[in-house]
């Protein structure tokens, strides 16, 4: 095992780029997005708005613009391929404009539930059907929508997002309240772009008939994927490692006090300026000398939701038992995440209990994972690098199934973390 040592910055963050490119779409102007992550789900979206006649024009690794516009009706299918946030955000966004369309995905999209974003949004007057079974293919037919007070079962960005931007065409108001607070990066994103939003005891309110003006927008590098280095570091003695540029929206940073519940060390520098649309710095993170089992659930797992599976691979290695609770969202991903994970631990010589929402992980930080075996991805992006940085601490490497799998949001995670380890 060889330490890893060095800076990188992980691609821009999921999540923005989504919402950089939907809500310049409908804004009046010309929007600049720097730093968008390339990659298949970000592409995804950008088809699908090209195919409603607002296409997205530049550099993918330098600085994109899309002109915003009406929506115009798709000549075929919406594909969406295996990103859930381009189908539910566009979803709602295509509610409001006078278009019939209809969402597709793969295999693995059309098993995520859809009808969680299809209810409230029939509700305020919109035409959605799904197959049977609640899932895609989505069929919209827009129109005239009416403000509605909804109250989300489960907290979920993108449900909310795509209520928010059904609501900008909505006659009247559109509240929202969801049981805890989801990440906030279409609300941020909103304001950016001149529309007023309110937020009180918990009740997010959005008038209808405002319009977003354009805005230069600069993409920070996901928390997410920067969690997988910031892991990889603290499970190889004598390692160091700064992740840079990275997202810090207090809705995102669960990793950083689950880490510290494992008794982790990890230095944070905020270095973006008070007038940045998301606050981004610099992570540092230590091998330490020892970790501990952590008890992680409620808002804290709801903010490091993506993280649950690399969160998984560092318990194995924390002294004790770690708990994993509230989670069961990540049944209904790209796959079945706990199910997935608990597997592929248990495939490295981990004791892994597989519960309802969550896992209860048996931890040694003395352990070394058994070697050569194969793990199974279900082609899901954050399993095959979870997979990858267990492999640090592995007898000899295991096979990792579909390892291209990770281009849905990190394209050169195998390069950056060989870099790491190399230097």
Known sequence: MRPLRGSVRPPGDKSI??????????????????????????RSSAGCLAALGRPARGDWTGTLTIEGGPLLAPAGPLDCGNSGTTMR???????????????????????RPMERVAAPLRSMGAKVEL??????????????????????????????????????????????????????????????????????????????????????????????SAAFLLVASLLVPGSDVRVTGVGLNPTRTGILDALAAFGAEVEVTTTS?????????????????????????????????????????LAAFAAGRTTIRDAAELRVKESDRLAVLARGLRRLGVTVEERPDGLVVEGDPERTLAGGVTLETESDHRLAMAFGVAALRAAAPPTIEDPTCVEVSYRPF????????NS
């Open 89 to 111: 955000l566009l979803t709602g966004l295509l509610a409001g404009w006078p278009l019939e369309a209809t969402l597709v995905g793969d295999a693995s999209l059309s098993r």
């Open 131 to 224: 197959a049977p079974g609640g899932t895609a293919p989505v069929r919209v037919a827009g129109g005239a929508l009416a403000g509605i007070e909804h109250r989300t079962v489960v907290a979920s960005a993108q449900v909310k997002s795509a209520l928010l931007l059904a609501g900008l065409r909505a006659r009247g108001a559109t509240r929202l309240r969801e049981p805890a607070r989801s990440r906030d990066h279409t609300e941020r994103l909103l304001r950016a772009m001149g529309v007023r939003l309110e937020e009180a005891g918990g009740l997010l309110t959005l008038e209808g008939g405002q319009r977003l003006r354009a805005r230069a927008i600069d993409v920070p590098a996901d928390p997410s």
């Open 17 to 42: 780029s989504h919402r950089a490119l939907l809500l310049g779409a409908i804004a009046e102007g010309t929007t600049t997005v720097t730093g968008i992550l390339d990659s298949a789900d970000v």
């Open 414 to 421: 195998w390069s950056d973390l060989a870099r790491l380890s």
């Open 273 to 313: 300026g008070p007038e940045a649309v998301e606050p981004s710095g610099t992570i540092r993170a230590v091998a330490p000398r020892g970790l501990r089992a952590a008890d992680l659930g409620g808002e804290l797992v709801l903010r490091a939701i993506d993280e649950v599976p690399i969160l998984g691979v």
